[in-house]
């Protein structure tokens, strides 16, 4: 989209723009990104809450440059100053959307501790390899002002504000949640979603200002997921199973898309990047369905399952069938394939969505899981006989848990995978990372035919930090990437 139609469209983008004749930060258009520089670095959230080490968690620094001394290693661990933040998702101060405001400035990351409520902005851009704490917003302003808790995804406007969801109240309880707004200093506005419009549970959103529509998904009551998943907390109505359509930017909700049982857990959004695509993909956890969903002509908005990961049968688990659970998905910035993560059973799928309507499976690729050889778990085929995944090794190193968190480079060659999910969820299901530490792994792409190979020089060991083993979540890089920009 040209600096034209972006300050054209300005008015629709969340709170108005200022209108200036040059570039401000990102991308004119998702193409344009896919031009953009090469990744050298990516900040990673790495955890110590929850695993029983009485340690702050950290923003690492990563070096993915393979032509640097230092690859494949973390350069820098940006300690918080307090202890139990459960640091979690990041998103920028300000993005592409951003793009036609010279005086923006993609410099702060949004750095939110789901369990303390702290959000942390953290400067970047005086020394990109070391990051510094800027600001803590802290927990007591926020829910004064708001009612607000347990602080989540985070998005830029173009209006300079950002806005955050929150899954609770204080006392993580859904019924309290919504959406934070902070200006652009990190101070706390307002609320954004108006009086009588909180979504039934909270998790991720996403914007789409010329269809003047903001989507959010739902994961659960924090009072349930943070003591780990109990199947009972499903039956009992303390997770999610639905859509919320508000209007864009007034915050009003719209409609309510009850997705059922093929959408039990509907975690991450993303709409198509191409801001004129009324469609795009919501990734549901428990029913391991990929769905659809779509704008209809009276402005109403409908949903499709369009992938569906079927559970499999296995011996010595603490069910008869396991769910993939898909925990992660992203779209390549041209609209060309889309990527997601089965965290139970272990692999990364990749997808053809040219037709949006039939998705075609191009790649798949094992990277860990429960079903892998060595495990006590099996697979119980349809001839009744057992089997278990081979997954391979890089430089010597074994691959623990299951593809979590990914995020591809911008010219979509690159797809790197982090495996931890959440402190108590591990603990849950991979204890073995609680003890040995998460990684980083690097997937390498066939953007031509599709394909996915699992590189063997890149392996960021997050066992052995020097405050003992950590626990990596969500990736960023400084220029940006395929989760946090959205366009105008």
């Known amino acids: 989209m040209a600096t034209e139609t972006v300050l054209a469209t300005a008015v629709s983008n969340g709170g108005g723009s200022k209108i200036c004749c040059k570039s401000g930060p990102g991308y004119a258009t998702p ?109 007591k302003e926020i829910a004064e002002k708001t009612g607000l808790a347990f602080p989540h995804t985070s998005h830029c406007l173009a209006s300079g504000d950002m806005l955050v969801s929150c899954l609770g109240d204080r006392e993580g309880n859904a019924k309290g949640n919504g959406f934070l707004l902070l200006d652009s200093d990190f101070n706390v506005k307002s609320r954004w979603d108006k009086p009588g419009n909180s979504p039934l549970f909270g998790y991720d959103f996403w914007y789409q200002p010329r269809f003047k529509t903001m989507i959010s998904t739902s994961w659960g009551a924090p009072k349930a997921f943070s003591k780990g998943f109990d199947l009972q907390h499903v039956a009992d109505g303390l997770y999610g199973s639905h859509l919320h359509v508000y209007s864009w930017p007034e915050g009003e909700m719209k409609q309510v898309i009850d997705l059922g049982n093929t959408g039990l857990l509907p975690l991450e959004i993303r709409f198509l990047h191409d801001p004129s695509k009324d469609t795009g993909y919501v990734g549901s956890a428990l029913s391991s369905n990929m769905i659809r969903f779509f704008k209809n002509s009276d402005d109403t908005w409908s949903h499709e399952v369009v992938i569906s990961v079927k559970p499999l049968k296995v011996e010595n688990w603490i069910l008869a069938e396991m769910p993939g659970l898909i925990t992660d998905f992203l779209i390549s910035l041209d609209d060309r394939f889309l990527y997601f993560v089965n965290w139970l059973h272990g692999d990364v799928r990749q997808y053809n969505i040219e037709d949006p309507k039939n998705p075609v499976l191009t790649g798949q690729i094992w990277v860990g899981g429960l079903l892998k050889k060595g495990s006590p778990v099996k697979v119980v085929g349809e001839d009744g006989n057992t089997y278990q995944i081979d997954v391979p090794q890089i430089k010597g190193n074994s691959l623990r848990g299951g593809p979590q968190m990914i995020q591809l480079s911008l010219d979509g060659k690159r797809l790197y995978a982090t495996n931890s999910l959440f402190s108590a969820w591990d603990r849950q299901f991979y204890p073995e990372i609680m003890e040995k530490g998460s990684h980083i792994i690097q997937i390498d792409v066939d953007t031509d035919k599709g394909g996915l190979t699992l590189n063997p020089d890149l392996f960021v060991d997050f066992g052995d930090e020097p405050d003992g083993p950590a626990l990596a979540h969500e990736m960023r890089y400084p220029g940006g990437d395929c989760t946090s920009d959205i366009w105008i």
Do not use: F
């Open 31 to 139: 193409l344009a990104a896919m031009a953009g520089p090469r990744e050298k670095l990516i900040y990673v959230t790495a955890l110590y809450s929850g695993t029983g080490r009485d340690k702050p968690d950290y923003l690492a620094t990563v070096d993915v440059d393979p032509s640097s001394p230092t690859y494949s290693s973390v350069i820098h661990r940006l300690k918080m100053p307090y202890v139990g933040d459960e640091l979690h998702h990041t998103g920028w101060n300000s993005c592409s959307s951003c793009h036609g405001d010279a005086s923006a400035d993609r410099r702060y990351l949004v750095l939110p501790g789901l369990i303390s409520g702290r959000i942390y902005a953290i400067d970047t851009k005086t020394d990109p390899k070391a990051p510094s704490l800027y600001k803590v917003v802290e927990p």
